[in-house]
């Protein structure tokens, strides 16, 4: 369970986040999507406890957002692959599975998962652009995270990995795990149990992917994210009271 | 335990990286050379500078190869990444020092076997401390690497620190002009640097067959400048970012 409350946060001049409050529950998977510049990956690493936040709280599994219970129960997934270029890829997932406790047999089982089984032994700086995110992406599961954060996880993937790779999602997922995951593929929002929709720092939809669809009056889903950042931009526009500006 | 996986993690990375091996050996060796050749005929002042530079060069080349090694981390989201994992802040500054001071010695220890066998180095004291004073020399360079990259944003900003934190270091360490000829105010700077008592050690083994009193005097200075340095480093680096 992860609960935002009236999250404020600035980067550089910006105010990213403006009293952002949303909750996302154990053992499902939600989805984060908002145009690029939303504040997406800013309140992913809030959740993971590495942004420097205004105000505002962020509860992981009861305890504050970043404390030193938590980092034994989190997985975390950049979006650009952060993953050592001149370490192979077993000697990347061994790493971070040590610093978790766990053995080598572990490491090289999701190296394998991930569908890199055939490059272990390759350098990451030698594979291409969706192995190394693959890689990175080795690095966030081996912990056995309770907490699973992944900014843009399939992206360069292909269809029948990405496939996979949500399958894994689902299966950490049904074992009890939170997982929370950004995405730019409205295929993948329709994999979710539950969407956060987010514009400029807000919350403007937080539903199932059916509610979402419905609320909007369209059976797809790209159109009503279209539709529902059009009708918020009205509201704006208009000047509307919105959301967060009520404290 | 993270402490030792993180020292092997840095010394695999290191391995995988032949090419910076081969500098990291080659470099001193060459460059005593070097000396070796400017100083033809003079053996004297050969024997006292090549001994200064098996202490400097460690400390140089760690600086400059930690401060990138340090900022990669950052710019690569490995950092990042590190600081969302069990991982303590000092087990990763003191697997850099270790793992890069294990790097040193190696360096240290053939740099030492070329100066006294090929080009006839000649010490009162033992290459042994020769070589405990550079690898200490190294792990400082380390250290202030460290601290240093916490300032640095980009690349290009980690290799200006170099000349910044380096040089007037080696400026000031009595290499050039004995410390006792310095002006008052020079002195009192290279009183607080580091490098004067590196100096000051290699010139003691220098100068008495024997490690004297001063020698472990200077060499404690330095260690405890080290471990000084890494605390500050595991102060600077925070887990939250902006």
């Known amino acids: ?247 | 335990m993270t402490l030792l996986h993180t020292t092997a993690r840095i010394l695999r990375q290191l391995r995988h990286d032949k090419r910076t091996i081969a500098l990291l050996v080659a470099v001193p060796t060459l460059l005593l050379t070097l000396l070796y050749f400017m100083y033809d005929n003079q053996e004297m002042v050969f024997d006292r500078v090549a001994l200064i530079m098996l202490g400097l060069f460690p400390f140089i080349i760690m600086f400059l190869v930690t401060s990138i090694a340090m900022l990669r981390e950052r710019t690569t989201g490995t950092l990042e990444r590190l600081l969302t994992t069990p991982l303590r802040r000092t087990d990763l500054l003191f697997g850099y020092g270790i793992a890069f001071g294990l790097a040193a010695a190696i360096q240290a220890t053939i740099a030492s076997a070329l100066a006294y066998w090929l080009l006839d180095l000649d010490t009162a004291g033992s290459p042994a401390l020769v070589i405990l004073i550079a690898v200490t020399n190294a792990v400082l360079g380390v250290a202030l690497g460290l601290l240093a990259s916490a300032f640095a944003q980009t690349e290009f900003q980690a290799v200006q620190f170099m000349p910044v934190v380096a040089l007037p270091q080696i400026l000031l360490c009595g290499l050039f002009v004995p410390r006792d000829q310095m002006a008052g105010w020079l002195q009192a700077i290279s009183d607080v640097m580091p490098l004067t008592y590196a100096v000051e050690a290699l010139q003691q083994v220098g100068a008495h067959a024997d490690a004297t009193a001063t020698m472990w005097r200077d060499l404690g200075i330095v260690a405890g400048v080290v471990v000084l340095a890494l605390v500050l480093a595991s102060l600077t680096l925070r887990r939250r970012t902006p």
């Not at chain 1, 996302?24 to 992913?44: A, D, E, H, N, Q």
């Not at chain 1, 056995?144 to 894994?168: F, H, M, N, S």
Request: aromatic content about 4%; charged content about 20%.
């Open chain 1, 1 to 247: 369970m992860i609960e935002v409350k009236d999250l404020v946060v600035d980067r550089g001049k910006l105010r990213v986040l403006d009293g952002f409050t949303c909750s996302v529950p154990t053992g499902s998977i939600t989805g984060l999507l908002g145009p690029s510049g939303s504040g997406k990956t800013t309140l992913m690493r809030a959740v993971v406890g590495v942004q420097l936040v205004r105000s505002g709280t962020v509860t992981v599994l009861g305890q504050p957002a970043g404390s030193a219970a938590l980092r034994h129960k989190i997985g975390y997934l950049t979006q650009a692959p952060s993953v050592y270029a001149d370490l192979t890829v077993r000697e990347n997932a061994r790493y971070f599975a040590a610093l978790h406790g766990l053995d080598s047999a572990h490491a090289d089982q999701v190296v394998v998962d991930v569908g890199l089984g055939g490059a272990a032994t390759q350098l990451v700086g030698d594979l291409s652009g969706g192995q190394r995110s693959r890689a990175s992406l080795a690095c966030a599961l081996v912990g056995k995270p309770e907490i699973l954060v992944l900014d843009e996880p399939t992206v360069g993937q292909d269809p029948v990995l990405r496939d996979e790779l949500w399958a894994r999602f689902r299966q950490l997922a049904a074992d009890g795990a939170t997982v929370l995951v950004s995405s730019h593929v409205m295929d993948e929002a329709n994999r979710c149990d539950r969407l956060l929709l987010i514009r400029r720092g807000e919350l403007i939809a937080d539903d199932t992917p059916a509610a979402v669809k419905a609320s909007a009056g369209t059976e797809d889903l790209d159109q009503a994210f279209l539709t529902l950042i059009r009708r918020h931009g009205d509201a704006l526009d208009q000047g509307a009271p919105q959301k967060g500006e009520s404290r």
